[in-house]
């Protein structure tokens, strides 16, 4: 059987490439040669060692948990009817993975399919096995590479469509990585009457200007809150949170949203979170917890993402601001965790 190259990761900062046998097509799947996969926050948690996270996925990890791709079909089964060898795909694993037959896949929340049985994503490898559906071809102006950054898009871009954003909207975005930032720019394009953006380093202010923040609020500032209620005045409408970790991010979320706004929390947290809940029974507060994307009304959210971008009405393409090859895998993994270095999204090239 061929072979190919999967990282996996032993321990904590621990990382190295092994090989693996090279999946093999059958009637109803196709093979896909993998040119992008993003390095996601999610990854970083079991990077960093997060309690919360290992005990969900413990060392070692096959193939390091990628699971955000861009890529070429190589191989087609005989019961393909839509794709064809060197069409250029993004991938949707919740999709293509989802057993279509639930009350949940019929419904578009393929993410949560009872169907499936246990999610396993392939990694950070050369080459991934997809069934058809869950496969997005793209058009001339998105290379097959920056693909891999729609994964991580579509989720606030689903939260954003879930919540009904109407237009005329306060939204305000805690956190400026790939996920606030693809945030700012879905809520500006949905109609959104003002966004602000609270970003921690220089870089991350630049492209929330970029990405259409009408303000930009340090989040190192003492008085952030403060500076985020006098662009909202009475609160904000809609709050995305996208941070997760540590931070003690809900806290403001709760803090800046107005009585009967809502709260989309996007952020993983590396421990139990509490929630002042005389607060949020006060205010009346609702919270929207989104993990992924689906399909909302007629379109997925991959297919909104992906013109979204190809017009660049929201220029996801611009937040890769790293290519690294598979083989210095720790050097990705390095960087995206540094945002000290200027990364916003790092992308590895198998």
Known sequence: MAKMRSAVMLAPREIELTEVDRPEVDADSVIIKVEGIGVCGSNLHWWRGA?????????????????????????????????????????????????????????????????????????????????????HVLPDSIQTHEAAIIEPAATPISALRRVGLRGGERVVVIGAGVVGLAAAGVAKALGAGKVVVV????????????????????????????QILSHVDGGADIVVETVGGMAPTMDMACAIVRPRGTVIPLGLWDEPVKIDSWNAVFKEITFTFALAYGQVGLRTDYEFAIELMATRKVPLQDLITHQVPLANIREAFELADDKTRGAIKVVVRP
């Open 199 to 226: 970003a921690k380093y220089d870089a991350q202010e630049k492209f929330a200007y970029q990405f259409g923040a009408d303000a930009v609020v340090r989040s190192t500032a003492s008085d952030a809150v403060e």
């Open 51 to 135: 309690e919360r996270a290992t005990g969900l996925w413990p060392f070692p990890i096959s193939g390091a948990g990628g699971h955000e791709y861009g890529g070429t079909v190589v191989e087609v089964g005989k019961n393909i009817r839509k794709l064809k060898v060197g069409d250029r795909v993004a991938v949707d694993q919740f999709h293509s993975t989802s057993c279509g037959q639930c009350v949940y896949c019929s419904s578009g929340a393929f993410n949560v399919c009872t169907g499936r049985g246990g999610f396993v994503t392939p990694g950070f490898v050369e080459y991934i096995k997809s069934a058809e559906k869950g496969l």
